[in-house]
RNA sequence: GGAGAGGUGGGUGAGUGGCUGAAACCACCAGUUUGCUAAACUGACGUACGGGUAACUGUACCGGGGGUUCGAAUCCCCCUCUCUCCGCCA
């Protein structure tokens, strides 16, 4: 969430900002700085009676000690009234500072100066094109078809197993897919990155700190019997290991990258263009997650964007960077960059990655901070991750765009991994 | 799942109703001493919100929430987590 401070100093900025996300954000921020107002002058309040009740109860202590009970007594009398007057305030007290909160929740980021206005993925800027788009002869056929074809995913298998968007990966299947984990892990390691194994269920507070709640439980399987979520992202475990830490400035940036299965829920969005794995509730991804100095952290974000690129690069594949709109980006992102490589059969782009900086967004509602050897207070951190990367687009474009008649290509990169370098 | 013991500041750990925001020790930081390092000594050493230009100061926080009391780290209730034993189990 946005600090206190930003939209207390510059409320018109705010307002100004977010219109580029669409958001007329005009009454919200002034129901916001009301209500802190308000916090602020009732706290001022049950603090003074707060600080006369600490004092007599001291007193009190002091006068039953020397036997002076009948003082005593009479002092004690006095709270009475105190106590009823500060249980009233605080009350009220408290329901500022949860109103507050739940307004300041609601809030999304503000979008760097960068961000195009928008409202739509039409209107995303692109900022870069690489590859080759192939010229696929005779026979062009949709992943659908290649891997029924080939016999290496299996989706019917998986809703008798589960449900619709539950696909089985059956054989050298199976195996492109941890070709590519171990691929995307060994560069991230390249990269920097420590890999993490984190837990694929959170908890409550979790999905907060990373602000898939309260907002989004739409997206998540929600495991009722424990409260658990099932992680849409590794963003959300690999992110909140740093909810309420305080880290020391020289330690940044942390840089953390996890692999594990992701979870989406994605009701009400099935339709055209979500064929195959196009769109699953269950698919994979390595993530890599920054935490970063605030002046450093775009730097961070070029970094980031460059690892994304190389890996694309290296498997081959036809791709262009989009800089999204401020209609388009997620409601907690400063500056997001989508990777989509080029399907050949589909003729399509399919985003396989989303880089992001949160700037201070989610370290506040995280209360991830860093502490340098010369400042007082510690300051909230920079937070990002992207996809590096999300598998079933990627394997939807290797195997439409590596088709021959006789077979599917292996990346020369994968095939040390896969241990074959056709599928046929 | 059953029984028991616990959760105190960065760490170890004292603290069973008031003088405790919290002893002591360690770590960290600043300084003194020393040719350097070490040792020794001195000092500083939590977070949040409020007031003040500032020095400073008020309030809250001893796993989380509620209660008893003039007053709670300390007593009571609920939750949670950790450890030990038993059961089950990859």
Redesign the pocket.
């Given at each position: 969430m946005l600090?206190?401070?930003i939209i207390q100093d510059n409320p018109d900025f705010v307002i100004e900002r977010l219109k580029i996300k669409g958001y007329n954000a005009r009454e919200i921020v002034q129901k916001i700085i009301e209500t802190?107002n308000k916090?602020?002058d009732s706290?001022?309040k049950?603090?003074?009676l707060?600080?006369?009740?600490?004092?007599?109860?001291?007193?009190?202590?002091?006068l039953?000690?020397e036997g002076k009970t009948t003082e005593?007594n009479s002092?004690?009398e006095q709270?009475?009234v105190?106590?009823n007057e500060i249980k009233e305030l605080d009350a009220s007290f408290?329901e500022f500072d949860e109103q507050l909160s739940s307004l300041l929740v609601n809030l999304p980021n503000l979008p760097n100066e960068l961000v195009p206005a928008g409202t739509t993925a039409d209107d995303n800027l692109e900022v870069k094109r690489g590859g080759v788009i192939p010229q696929l002869s005779g026979e062009k056929l949709p992943h659908w078809e290649l891997i029924k074809k080939y016999d290496i995913i299996d989706f019917d298998l998986g809703t008798k197993l589960t449900g619709a968007g539950f696909p089985v990966y059956k054989g050298k299947g199976a195996k492109l897919q941890r070709a590519l984990i171990n691929f995307f892990l060994d560069e991230g390691e390249k990269a920097g990155y420590r890999e993490v194994l984190p837990p694929i269920v959170v908890n409550e507070a979790s999905g907060f700190g990373t602000g898939q709640l309260p907002d989004k439980e739409g997206m998540m399987y929600h495991i009722t019997a424990?409260n658990f979520y099932m992680v849409p992202t590794a963003e959300v475990p690999v992110t909140n290991i740093y909810r309420d830490v305080?880290l020391d400035e020289a330690d940044l940036p942390v840089k953390n990258m996890a692999y594990t299965p992701c979870f989406r829920r994605e009701a009400g969005s099935w339709g055209a263009h979500v064929r195959g794995l196009n769109r699953l509730h269950q698919f994979d991804k390595v993530e890599i997650v920054q935490i970063a100095h605030p002046e450093k952290s775009y730097e961070a974000l070029d970094q980031m964007l460059a690892h994304v690129e190389n890996l694309i690069i290296k498997l081959g594949l036809p791709y262009r960077i989009l800089r999204l709109c401020g209609g388009d980006m997620s409601f907690t992102s400063a500056l997001t960059y989508d990777f989509e490589v080029f399907s050949a059969a589909q003729e399509r782009w399919l985003e396989v990655s989303s880089v992001s900086n949160f700037e201070t967004y989610q370290a506040n509602r995280l209360?991830c901070?860093y502490?340098g050897?010369d400042s007082?207070?510690?300051e909230l951190t920079h937070t990002l991750n992207g996809s590096a990367l999300a598998l079933p687009r990627i394997v939807a474009a290797i195997l439409e765009n590596n088709q021959t008649g006789t077979g599917i290509k292996i990346p020369d990169v994968l095939v040390p991994y896969c241990g074959f370098d056709i599928i046929n």
């Amino acid at each position: 969430m946005l600090t206190l401070k930003i939209i207390q100093d510059n409320p018109d900025f705010v307002i100004e900002r977010l219109k580029i996300k669409g958001y007329n954000a005009r009454e919200i921020v002034q129901k916001i700085i009301e209500t802190n107002n308000k916090r602020r002058d009732s706290q001022a309040k049950v603090d003074l009676l707060k600080a006369e009740m600490n004092r007599l109860s001291k007193e009190i202590g002091i006068l039953f000690r020397e036997g002076k009970t009948t003082e005593a007594n009479s002092a004690r009398e006095q709270t009475a009234v105190l106590k009823n007057e500060i249980k009233e305030l605080d009350a009220s007290f408290s329901e500022f500072d949860e109103q507050l909160s739940s307004l300041l929740v609601n809030l999304p980021n503000l979008p760097n100066e960068l961000v195009p206005a928008g409202t739509t993925a039409d209107d995303n800027l692109e900022v870069k094109r690489g590859g080759v788009i192939p010229q696929l002869s005779g026979e062009k056929l949709p992943h659908w078809e290649l891997i029924k074809k080939y016999d290496i995913i299996d989706f019917d298998l998986g809703t008798k197993l589960t449900g619709a968007g539950f696909p089985v990966y059956k054989g050298k299947g199976a195996k492109l897919q941890r070709a590519l984990i171990n691929f995307f892990l060994d560069e991230g390691e390249k990269a920097g990155y420590r890999e993490v194994l984190p837990p694929i269920v959170v908890n409550e507070a979790s999905g907060f700190g990373t602000g898939q709640l309260p907002d989004k439980e739409g997206m998540m399987y929600h495991i009722t019997a424990e409260n658990f979520y099932m992680v849409p992202t590794a963003e959300v475990p690999v992110t909140n290991i740093y909810r309420d830490v305080i880290l020391d400035e020289a330690d940044l940036p942390v840089k953390n990258m996890a692999y594990t299965p992701c979870f989406r829920r994605e009701a009400g969005s099935w339709g055209a263009h979500v064929r195959g794995l196009n769109r699953l509730h269950q698919f994979d991804k390595v993530e890599i997650v920054q935490i970063a100095h605030p002046e450093k952290s775009y730097e961070a974000l070029d970094q980031m964007l460059a690892h994304v690129e190389n890996l694309i690069i290296k498997l081959g594949l036809p791709y262009r960077i989009l800089r999204l709109c401020g209609g388009d980006m997620s409601f907690t992102s400063a500056l997001t960059y989508d990777f989509e490589v080029f399907s050949a059969a589909q003729e399509r782009w399919l985003e396989v990655s989303s880089v992001s900086n949160f700037e201070t967004y989610q370290a506040n509602r995280l209360k991830c901070r860093y502490k340098g050897k010369d400042s007082k207070k510690p300051e909230l951190t920079h937070t990002l991750n992207g996809s590096a990367l999300a598998l079933p687009r990627i394997v939807a474009a290797i195997l439409e765009n590596n088709q021959t008649g006789t077979g599917i290509k292996i990346p020369d990169v994968l095939v040390p991994y896969c241990g074959f370098d056709i599928i046929n």
